[in-house]
T-cell receptor
Framework: AQKVTQAQTEISVVEKEDVTLDCVYE???????LFWYKQPPSGELVFLIR??????QNEISGRYSWNFQKSTSSFNFTITASQVVDSAVYFC??????????????FGGGTRVLVKP | NAGVTQTPKFRVLKTGQSMTLLCAQD?????MYWYRQDPGMGLRLIHY???????AKGEVPDGYNVSRLKKQNFLLGLESAAPSQTSVYFC????????????????FGDGTRLSIL
């Protein structure tokens, strides 16, 4: 069975500090996909990034960066120079690669990020 | 472009009552999903569908039924509501993608907050 663990339940930082969110996953599949979603206080879920299991390149998008390490089954997310608008719950998720699997997502429990001004 | 629309947004039920949550997507997506979100547990998959007329069980299907009579709609039913079903329910959809592999991001509705007394 697949499992995603986000050990940090809540992180509080002061604006402009960097914050790193940890995500560790378990799967028996050799090919899989990892995702990060953001859930702001308004409640909707916003897709941030998708990563394939065979592509371990790190990625940077503006103030966001992701560090995927297959050897440690981790897919960590860093917000650089955090802003108040980054306050949200962030979810890491894992999906199987097979078409027949229906692209089902297994979510971690989420990490609440609170950025104080 | 509405994306994924859930109705209703809020509902209060008494134990034993029944109701149906409606999800509609206008993106011509093949896959649709129902999740529930409980504090500290992330999102858990209830049921999903890989195409019109098909449904399958997810991680927590007990007490729920679903139907997908039309490609754009996915209904979630509670036949006899229980207090344990108090939760926020999210519908999502995704498409197969050019390689016919289920790795496409899921697009979420805004959620339905359901309270069962």
């Amino acid at each position: 069975a697949q499992k995603v663990t986000q050990a940090q339940t809540e992180i509080s930082v002061v604006e402009k500090e960097d914050v790193t969110l940890d995500c560790v996953y378990e799967t028996r599949d050799t090919t899989y996909y990892l995702f990060w979603y953001k859930q702001p206080p308004s409640g909707e879920l916003v897709f941030l990034i998708r990563r394939n299991s065979f592509d371990e390149q790190n990625e940077i998008s503006g103030r966001y960066s992701w560090n995927f390490q297959k050897s440690t089954s981790s897919f960590n997310f860093t917000i650089t120079a955090s802003q108040v608008v980054d306050s949200a719950v962030y979810f890491c998720a894992l999906s199987e690669a097979l078409k027949a699997a229906g692209n089902k997502l297994t979510f971690g429990g989420g990490t609440r990020v609170l950025v104080k001004p | 472009n509405a994306g994924v629309t859930q109705t209703p947004k809020f509902r209060v039920l008494k134990t034993g009552q029944s109701m149906t949550l409606l999800c509609a997507q206008d993106m011509n997506h093949e896959y649709m999903y129902w999740y529930r979100q409980d504090p500290g547990m992330g999102l858990r998959l209830i049921h999903y569908s890989v195409g019109e007329g098909t449904t399958a069980k997810g991680e927590v299907p007990d007490g729920y039924n679903v139907s997908r009579l039309k490609k754009q709609n996915f209904l979630l039913g509670l036949e006899s509501a229980a207090p344990s079903q108090t939760s926020v329910y999210f519908c999502a959809s995704s498409y197969l993608g050019p390689n016919m592999i289920g790795n496409q991001p899921q697009h979420f509705g805004d959620g339905t907050r359901l309270s069962i007394l």
